[in-house]
């Protein structure tokens, strides 16, 4: 060791390198900006994350994203890029001791050696805040620099301190055609891969593996390398992966799918907006892949009962006894038939005319409540009691005439209820709702001409 360097001080705990024993997938691993896969979004020329590193021009960075898109690979590719030495925690196993002993070796570092130091944090939503209060004021000062990993969207799960002090970079899954690229790569490299041997794959068995992924790198490279080592070699010495080999090493899909992160909201959305614009097929597959995954079919149930009002409304007012039907139908057959009366639902409501007029005027009259003049209600329209006081304080026997509309010819009699006669529900022509309209109009007409 060089003699600057006392033995108190130790070398950097992070990612040991690689041997030939170690997985694919880790022997694989990214060295360079370059060999990344995917996230073009953000490392591509010119964009802000690759301008930055190059320039070495960065502080505190959080990553997020799924699993297997390159968090942790990006934070050693940027420690080597910028020839900064790489410490390494884990949000849920570290404790403030060890942080404080990373943060004052990273200080004899810099001093000795006037190397900076990059504390890589996985799992960095599980930080908390004795742990926060340790490190920030080195993240402040530059003692460190400081990069967090997690699957979680942080600007929810991450403690706020910290995510200010940060740029937060999204990591989204690699695309199909990268992975394929990547598991090619890793066939033909002979010095970290499994070029050494003889392998063919055909190209629908790498296809399979890359999808079956659900854009997680590491997953294909293991899958990939779980497909070589258990193919028997032919006479020829040669291991052929075909479709039926890599089906079998790829087994079922690993949904990504998180009960309450980013995974959740985004598929509900798809889900429900998928019924909005009326695509029975999206909303199915949505739906498929809910159930799929474990989400609360209670809670999709729920989904479909306000999207029956909100979103199909008065157009097909069938449409919310179908949700409600589908809701009592599940709790009362439980799972796996609960997904029949769930599909009716889901199909029947994307299917239906649309129309959202009666959410639509119910926000502009809270909007009205909210924030304007409470309106006081119409003499003739209150009880009998705040009558008789009225008619003590001068009210006329007109202003106090109730109209009974049941009285009238066609049930319906025009007068006012509502002291400035604003009109809220504008109904739509689809559906059932355009003989609304018509009625309505006809009324409103008719109170026009009293």
Excluded: C
């Amino acid at each position: 060791m060089d003699s600057l360097f006392p033995e108190s001080i130790p070398q950097a705990s992070g990612p040991v390198k690689t041997t030939d024993d170690a997985p694919l997938a880790a022997r694989m691993r990214p060295r360079t900006l370059a060999e990344v896969a995917g996230q073009k979004h953000i490392l591509a020329e010119g964009k802000l994350l690759r301008r930055a590193i190059e320039a070495d021009r960065f502080s505190s960075l959080i990553f997020y994203g799924p699993p297997g898109t390159g968090k942790t690979t990006l934070a050693t590719v940027i420690a080597h890029s910028t020839d900064s030495r790489f410490e390494m925690l884990n949000g849920v196993e570290s404790n403030v001791a060890e942080i404080r002993e990373k943060i004052s070796q990273a200080q004899q570092w810099k001093q000795l050696r006037n190397q900076t130091t990059i504390l890589f944090i996985d799992e960095i939503h599980r930080f908390n805040k004795a742990q926060q209060d340790v490190l920030l004021p080195h993240v402040e000062r530059g003692t460190v620099r400081f990069i967090g990993a997690t699957t979680h969207n942080p600007y929810f799960y991450v403690n706020s301190p910290l995510v200010s002090r940060s740029q937060v970079f999204q990591l989204e899954p690699v695309p199909t055609e990268e992975l394929i690229q990547l598991m090619q790569l890793a066939l033909s490299d002979k010095e970290r891969g499994l070029g050494k041997l003889h392998i063919t794959a055909d190209p629908a068995a790498l296809k399979h593996i890359a999808e079956k992924s659900d854009g997680d790198a590491r997953r294909a490279l293991t899958a990939l390398e779980l497909a070589t080592l258990t193919t028997p070699e032919k006479a020829d010495g040669k291991i052929h992966i075909s479709l039926e080999v890599s089906a079998e090493s790829i087994q079922q899909k690993a949904i990504v799918y998180d009960a309450n992160g980013d995974a959740h909201h985004d598929t509900i959305s798809a889900f429900i907006k998928s019924i909005r614009g009326s695509d029975p097929d999206a909303a199915l597959y949505w739906l498929a892949k809910m159930l799929a995954a474990g989400e609360d079919p209670r809670f999709i149930a729920r989904r479909l009962v306000i999207s029956a009002s909100e979103d199909i409304g008065l157009a097909d007012s069938n449409g919310l006894r179908v949700a409600m039907a589908a809701q009592q139908a599940f709790e009362f057959i439980g799972m796996p038939e609960g997904r029949i009366p769930l599909a009716h639902a889901t199909v029947y409501l994307a299917t239906a005319p649309k129309s959202n007029s009666a959410y639509a005027a119910l926000g502009e009259a809270m909007q009205d409540v909210e924030q304007g003049r409470t309106l006081a209600v119409p003499e003739h329209l209150r009880t009998n009691t705040r009558k008789k006081l009225a008619a003590a304080s001068g009210a006329t026997n007109e202003q106090l005439a109730y109209h009974y509309a049941h009285d009238y010819e066609g049930n319906y009699v025009p007068q006012a209820y509502l002291p400035e006669g604003k009109t809220y529900y504008t109904p739509s022509e689809n559906g059932l709702e355009k003989r609304i309209k018509e009625r309505l109009d006809y009324w409103r007409e008719q109170s026009k001409n009293e």
